[in-house]
């Protein structure tokens, strides 16, 4: 039969255990929010098709500047 020391070490590694899996799961879905956040702030495709003018605008511009002769 365990002695009452035994117990409560048995109960602190589960206790470790089951607060390190609850630590882990916010862990990951923390980082699937960030991925997903970092994801759409840098999806250009989504951006040009929120904002379609002034990316025409933009590309006119690049080009005009890229081909202009010295």
Known sequence: MPTAKERESDYGVTRAAEVLADTRDRFVVTMTALESEIMHALDWRAWVRRRFPLAMVL???????LGRKR
């Not at 590309?59 to 500047?65: C, P, Y």
């Open 59 to 65: 590309a006119f511009g690049v080009g005009l500047f």
